[in-house]
C-alpha cells in the first residue's frame, strides 16, 4: 500500500467549506442558487437531512449520501465525473451513492483549476486521490474512537465501516457527524492498482441527462432576476479602432437602454488577455434581439491604425521566414547537409495550415455584477484564476473582492482559455452599475479572434543505398510562431538531423487551439513519413517500428521528449487489432501516430470510395494514456479528436482581406457535418499501472495524417495543404 502525505489543514478545509456554501445545501450549484432547480439525488438514497463537511472535497449526509465536488472547469472532457470517480475510488463508496457539485473557484485548497493542455487528471491525480483517502482515514478514526478500538481494527469499504473480528459495523452516514472532529490525518494510505474498484470502470456522464433534457447547466442559461442583456461591436479588421458612433440613435431605439465605449486594456497583461481589441462598443438592452438591431444599426468612423494583412501577404511572409526568420528553438544532430549530399534518394514536401477559428457551440458569453466594492462573474471560463486576476487589475479592486464561478462550458478547444469576455461583461456592469450578461453572435466569435496560426513547413529526407533513412530536417514558420517541436519524433532516431521553429510577424491575434502546434505537426510529419515509407519500399508502420529501434537501443544525440517503447507499443498494438497487412479489396488504409500532452495515440483509417466521394468506414484507435479513470469518458475523447481533426483537415480555413477574415459564419465557413463522421471508432487502451496523462488533445493531431495517408491510398492524390476539400468540393460521407 502506498503512503502519501497529506497537504491539507483544517484551515484550508474550513476556507472552501464557507465558499461551498456551509455544506448545508442539497443541490448545491451557481445555476440552481439563482433558479429553482430539482436535488440531485442518487440512486435508492433518501435525501439527507444533515450534511457533515469532512474535507473541501467530500460532504456527507446523515443518509450515506455522498456530495464530491469536482474542482476543475467542465469543457466537456467529462472531469465532472472521472475527477470525483478518484475521490470516491479512495473514499470506497458506492458510486450510486454520489452525488457531484461543482466546486467553486478557490486556489488557496485545489490546485490547477482550469481546463487546458489536457492537464485536469493528470495535474490532480495525486491530490484528488489524497482527498478521498484523507476521508475514508477520518471515518475510520472516527468510528475506531466511538467503539475504543484501533483503527487497524476496522475495515471500510462500499461506505460501511466494519470490525475485522467483531460484529459491530456503521455506515459513512451514520459516523460522519464525529468525524467532522478528527484532525486532518498527516499521511494517509493509497490504494494499490490492483485494487480499484471505480477507477477503470465505465461511468455515464453525470449531467448526460441534463444535457439532453434542455436543464440548466451552461453559462448561456445562468439567469439572474434584474439583470441586463449587452452585445458588443468591435472594430471589423486587425489594425482597426473604434472612432465616433452614432449613439445617439442606438439609444433611441426599442428595448435598448444603452450605448457606450468600454476599454479593457489593463496594465501588466497576463498570457490570456486579450490582444487584439482592448476597445469595444457596448450595447445594453432587455433581450437578444433589439440588441441585434442595434448592431445592424450601427455606423462608426472606424480608424486605421495598423496593417490590413491579407492571406496573400501572410504567404509571403512565411515564405520570407523560412528563408531568414526568426528561429525560436532547434536542435542539430549530426551533419544533414553532407548526409544529403550522399543519399540515394532525397525527398522533399512542403505542407500548409490556415487560420481557423475555434467555433464553440455554446456562444461566448459571462454574467457580472459589479459594485462599488466587489465583483461577481459567472460563466463557461476555461481558467478562472486567470479572469480573477484580470478582473481584478482591471477595475482596480483587491483580488479578495473578485468571486468567479463556473458553468459547465458548451465547447472551448482553447478559446476560453483567454479572458477578453468577462472582462468585456465586469466594464459593462460596472458603467451600468447592474448585473449583466454578455453574450457574443457567432460573428463576434469568429471576427475576434483568437484564431489557431497560420504554418507552413518544409520536410526533407535522405535514403541510402539501401533504403535507410540517413538524414532528416525540418523548418517549420508560423505567425506569429513556428509548429516545430526539435526534440519530438524523429529526433533520435536518424543520425543526421535538424530542426528549426521559425517565428514571423503578423496583427491576427492567435492562441491555443486544440493540441497547439501539433494539430498541425501531426498531419505534416506523419503524411511525410508516409511518403519516405514508400520511396524506401518499406511497409509504413515497419518503417516506422524501424526507426523506433534505433531509439530505444541506440539514440541519437540530445535527449528526446518521448518514451520511444510506449511509442511503438501503440504502433504494434493498432497494428494487431486492425489486422493491418491482411488485403481487404475497396478498402484504403492510412496510419499515423503522435505523442503530445504525454499520451502515445496510434489510428488506423479504413477509407472506401462510395459515388467517386471518399468515406471514412472505420478508425481504429490505439491508446496509451496511463490509467485510464472513466472507460466510457476516455473513448469518447478519442472519438471526439478523431472526428474534430477529420472535419478540420477536410474544410475549415479563414482567409483574410483588408484585415478582416472573409468567412464570419457556418455559411462560408465549414465544420464537419454528421453524416461525414466515421460510420465506427474503435479504441484500445494500453493497460499499465503509469499515472493518468492527457486526453481532451491527444486524439486529434494523428488523424489528420492518417486521413492524408488513407485519401492517397483511395485516391492517389497527395494532400499537402490544408484544408484538403473546403467549401467547394464535395464531402466526405
Known amino acids: 500500500m502506498t503512503k502519501i502525505r497529506t497537504q491539507y489543514n483544517r484551515r484550508s478545509f474550513i476556507k472552501v467549506s464557507a465558499a461551498a456554501g456551509g455544506g448545508m445545501i442539497i443541490g448545491f450549484s451557481w445555476l440552481n442558487a439563482c433558479k429553482p432547480n430539482s436535488p440531485e439525488i442518487a440512486q435508492g438514497l433518501p435525501l439527507p437531512e444533515e450534511w457533515y463537511e469532512i474535507n473541501g472535497y467530500i460532504k456527507i449526509g446523515d443518509t450515506g449520501l455522498v456530495t464530491i465536488y469536482s474542482p476543475n472547469p467542465e469543457i466537456g ?53 489524497m482527498a478521498g483517502a484523507t476521508g475514508r482515514r477520518m471515518l475510520l478514526e472516527a468510528a475506531a474512537k466511538e467503539w475504543g478500538v484501533e483503527v487497524a481494527d476496522l475495515t471500510a469499504s ?56 434542455g436543464e440548466p447547466l451552461f453559462g448561456l442559461d445562468f439567469h439572474r432576476d434584474g439583470m441586463k442583456l449587452a452585445m458588443i461591436a468591435h472594430p471589423p479588421a486587425f489594425g482597426m479602432k473604434i472612432g465616433k458612433f452614432n449613439k445617439d440613435e442606438i439609444i433611441g431605439m426599442n428595448g435598448i437602454d444603452d450605448a457606450f465605449v468600454i476599454d479593457i486594456s489593463i496594465e501588466e497583461p497576463g498570457m490570456f ?48 521566414a523560412l528563408e531568414s526568420g ?45 459594485s462599488a466594492d466587489a465583483a461577481e462573474l459567472i460563466g463557461p471560463t476555461q481558467t478562472p484564476e486567470a479572469l480573477e486576476g484580470s478582473v481584478a487589475k482591471l477595475l ?6 473578485i468571486t468567479v464561478n463556473m458553468t459547465r462550458i458548451g465547447g472551448g478547444f482553447g478559446r476560453r482559455l483567454y479572458v477578453h469576455f468577462g472582462l468585456e461583461a465586469a466594464a459593462i456592469s ?75 510577424p503578423t496583427n491576427v491575434t492567435t492562441g491555443a487551439w486544440r493540441a497547439p502546434r501539433s494539430n498541425f505537426t501531426a498531419g505534416a510529419e506523419q503524411s511525410f513519413l508516409d511518403e519516405v515509407a514508400e520511396l524506401a519500399g518499406k511497409d ?40 493491418w497487412g491482411t488485403p481487404m479489396p475497396g478498402v484504403h488504409r492510412g496510419v499515423a501516430a503522435y505523442y503530445c500532452h504525454s499520451t502515445y495515440v496510434a489510428e488506423v483509417f479504413d477509407m472506401i470510395m462510395e459515388n467517386g466521394n471518399p468515406v471514412v468506414q472505420k478508425v481504429w484507435c490505439a491508446v496509451d494514456c496511463g490509467i485510464v479513470v472513466n472507460q466510457d469518458g476516455a473513448v469518447n475523447m478519442i472519438q471526439g479528436g478523431v472526428v474534430d481533426g477529420i472535419g478540420h483537415a477536410m474544410y ?51 488523424a489528420m495524417g492518417a486521413l492524408a495517408n488513407a485519401m492517397y491510398k483511395a485516391t492517389g492524390v497527395r494532400y499537402y495543404d490544408q484544408p484538403f476539400m473546403g467549401m467547394e468540393r464535395r464531402v466526405l460521407g
Do not use: C
Open 430 to 504: 460596472k458603467k451600468i452599475g447592474a448585473p449583466v450578461k454578455m453574450i457574443y453572435t457567432r460573428e463576434d466569435d469568429m471576427t475576434q479572434g483568437t484564431y489557431r496560426p497560420t504554418y507552413t513547413s518544409v520536410y526533407k529526407a535522405g535514403l541510402d543505398e539501401n533504403n535507410k533513412l540517413i538524414a532528416f530536417s525540418v523548418k517549420g514558420a508560423g505567425l506569429p510562431d513556428g509548429p516545430v517541436f526539435p526534440n519530438r519524433f524523429p529526433a533520435g532516431t536518424v543520425e543526421n538531423y535538424s530542426a528549426e521553429k521559425i517565428a514571423a
Open 652 to 702: 475549415s480555413q479563414l482567409t483574410f482581406e483588408n484585415g478582416a477574415p472573409k468567412e464570419m459564419n457556418f455559411d462560408t465557413y465549414k465544420l464537419i457535418r454528421h453524416s461525414q463522421a466515421p460510420r465506427e471508432i474503435e479504441v484500445f487502451f494500453v493497460e499499465n499501472e503509469i499515472a493518468p496523462t492527457g486526453l481532451g488533445e491527444p486524439g486529434l493531431p494523428p
Open 540 to 579: 509504413p508502420i515497419d518503417f516506422r517500428l524501424e526507426l523506433f529501434d534505433r531509439a530505444i537501443n541506440d539514440p541519437v544525440g540530445a535527449e528526446h521528449d518521448y518514451e520511444a517503447e510506449r511509442y511503438a507499443g501503440v504502433l504494434k498494438l493498432v497494428k494487431e487489432k486492425s489486422n
Open 158 to 213: 462500499e461506505g460501511m465501516i466494519k470490525e475485522k473480528e467483531g460484529d459491530r459495523s456503521v455506515s459513512y452516514g451514520d459516523i460522519a457527524s464525529k468525524a467532522v472532529g478528527i484532525e486532518i490525518p498527516e499521511e494517509v494510505e493509497l490504494k494499490e492498482v490492483k485494487d480499484f474498484k471505480l477507477i477503470g470502470t465505465s461511468q455515464k456522464n453525470v449531467d448526460g441527462k441534463k444535457i439532453v433534457t
Open 326 to 370: 526568426e528561429v525560436q528553438e532547434k536542435r542539430r544532430d549530426g551533419n544533414p547537409e553532407a548526409a544529403f549530399k550522399k543519399a540515394a534518394k532525397v525527398i522533399e514536401r512542403t505542407y500548409t495550415a490556415p487560420f481557423i477559428a475555434h467555433n464553440t457551440l455554446e456562444p461566448m458569453n459571462f454574467f457580472a455584477n459589479v
Open 396 to 401: 482596480n479592486m483587491p483580488i479578495e473582492n
Open 77 to 129: 472532457q467529462n472531469v465532472r465525473t472521472s475527477m470525483p470517480m478518484i475521490v470516491a475510488e479512495e473514499l470506497d463508496v458506492p458510486w450510486d451513492h454520489v452525488v457531484v457539485e461543482q466546486a467553486p473557484l478557490n486556489t488557496g485548497f485545489y490546485q490547477n483549476q482550469f481546463a487546458g493542455g489536457s492537464l485536469s487528471i493528470r495535474l490532480s491525480w495525486n491530490a484528488l486521490r
Open 273 to 320: 488577455d486579450e490582444r487584439g481589441f482592448h476597445e469595444l462598443i457596448a450595447i445594453v438592452g432587455e433581450s437578444t434581439w433589439p440588441l441585434m438591431e442595434a448592431k445592424k444599426a450601427l455606423r462608426v468612423e472606424w480608424e486605421t491604425v495598423g496593417e490590413l494583412e491579407n492571406s496573400a501577404k501572410h504567404k509571403e511572409r512565411l515564405a520570407t
